[in-house]
């Protein structure tokens, strides 16, 4: 409450305007703040923070650390991301400033399994490239899968079709109802439960994602492809540091393909 102290000491002169003190009490806002704090802590919904999941290894000791990075040569798929040269030359090509990355990819071995040498590397390199379209990229209305996206999905097929009937079943509140934002929550870890028995379930054929990447290539890229392994329910994948055959694979391809 405010209130207006005035101050009668003395005799004012003739005409002499009278000084007043004003004194503002803000005690009552306290109790005000205090209210409006617990309402806000009460009512408002906390947002999970949306941020890219990876699975990490287990602590457990492993006794054959050779054996670590290996896959067999029917479940391994490398990808390798590399900088987009600009055409007749091996210089990066950048938009804005900005690199434009492009995606590379074999099954099982490098070159087949084959001894690489700078004479048969042309015959033997099974290195092939594609698209690397995102969301973002794609027109509105193409929902279809292309690119990279399209050749993990044909070689994770039985897991990606499992895992989507799972989301028709979210979808049709077969785990629970979604009216409430509690009951929604219950539904999603209970479909989440059933995706990783999916993923972990041995009956399903599943491949080894090795994403490998070349220091022209940005950061950027490397994100694209590990939100892939998200969207298409990878199990197994692993980040990897490129080899000398992988390297050359690469440019004999870029070589042969430089005017494309």
């Known amino acids: 409450m405010a209130e207006i102290q005035q101050n009668d000491s003395g005799k004012g002169k003739k005409g002499h305007q009278k000084k007043m003190t004003i004194r503002v009490d803000f005690t009552p806002m306290v109790d005000m703040n205090m209210l409006l704090i617990t309402f806000f802590m009460l009512c408002t919904t906390m947002i999970k923070s949306q941020t890219l999941s990876i699975a990490l290894p287990s602590n457990e000791k492993v006794e054959n650390t050779e054996n670590m990075s290996q896959a067999s040569a029917d479940d391994a798929v490398t990808i390798i991301i590399d900088a987009k040269r600009k055409t007749g030359s091996m210089e990066v090509d950048t938009i804005n400033g900005k690199v434009v990355n492009e995606v590379y990819y074999y099954f099982g071995k490098p070159c087949n399994g084959a001894a690489v040498t700078a004479e048969n590397i042309a015959t033997t390199n099974n290195l092939e490239k594609t698209e690397m379209l995102t969301d973002e990229i794609n027109n509105v209305g193409d929902r279809s899968a292309r690119g990279i996206r399209k050749i993990i999905q044909d070689r994770n097929k039985e897991v990606y079709e499992a895992i989507q009937k799972l989301k028709e079943q979210y979808n049709n509140g077969e785990f629970g109802s979604l009216e409430t934002a509690q009951e929604r929550e219950m539904a999603q870890e209970k479909y989440k439960?059933?995706?990783?028995?999916?993923?972990?379930?041995?009956?399903?054929?599943?491949?080894?994602?090795?994403?490998?990447?070349?220091?022209?290539?940005?950061?950027?890229?490397?994100?694209?492809?590990?939100?892939?392994?998200?969207?298409?329910?990878?199990?197994?994948?692993?980040?990897?540091?490129?080899?000398?055959?992988?390297?050359?694979?690469?440019?004999?391809?870029?070589?042969?393909?430089?005017?494309?």
């Not at 028995?197 to 022209?216: C, F, L």
């Not at 199990?235 to 490129?242: A, E, F, G, H, R």
């Open 193 to 260: 439960e059933a995706a990783v028995a999916i993923r972990k379930d041995e009956k399903y054929k599943k491949p080894v994602i090795i994403i490998k990447s070349t220091p022209q290539a940005s950061y950027g890229g490397l994100v694209e492809i590990l939100d892939e392994m998200q969207i298409n329910s990878i199990s197994k994948y692993q980040i990897d540091n490129m080899t000398a055959i992988d390297s050359l694979m690469l440019i004999d391809y870029q070589n042969r393909h430089h005017n494309d």
